[in-house]
């Protein structure tokens, strides 16, 4: 599975973190889908390695690590 087809089951305002070898972003579905680092790097095609639940700032999200 990749990124993108894991953002395209999730509300725009659900806390998101993305984590790879080299990079890491935390925010909205809504702010990362603009986020120039996310279309730069080309994150949403990155393919999932792990997808979990993330504790942080007293909010549950969803944490996708990726290759």
């Known amino acids: 599975?990749?990124?993108n087809e894991v953002l395209a089951r999730v509300s725009?305002?659900?806390i998101i973190m993305?984590?790879?070898e080299?990079?890491?972003i935390q925010c909205?579905?809504?702010q990362l889908v603009h986020d120039d680092d996310f279309?730069?790097?080309k994150l949403k095609d990155k393919i999932v390695t792990h997808l979990g639940v993330n504790h942080?700032?007293?909010l549950n999200g969803i944490l996708i690590?990726?290759?």
């Open 1 to 3: 599975m990749r990124v």
């Open 12 to 14: 725009e305002e659900e």
């Open 18 to 20: 993305i984590r790879t």
């Open 22 to 24: 080299t990079f890491c």
């Open 28 to 30: 909205t579905k809504n």
């Open 39 to 41: 279309i730069n790097m």
């Open 56 to 58: 942080f700032n007293g």
């Open 65 to 67: 690590k990726c290759i």
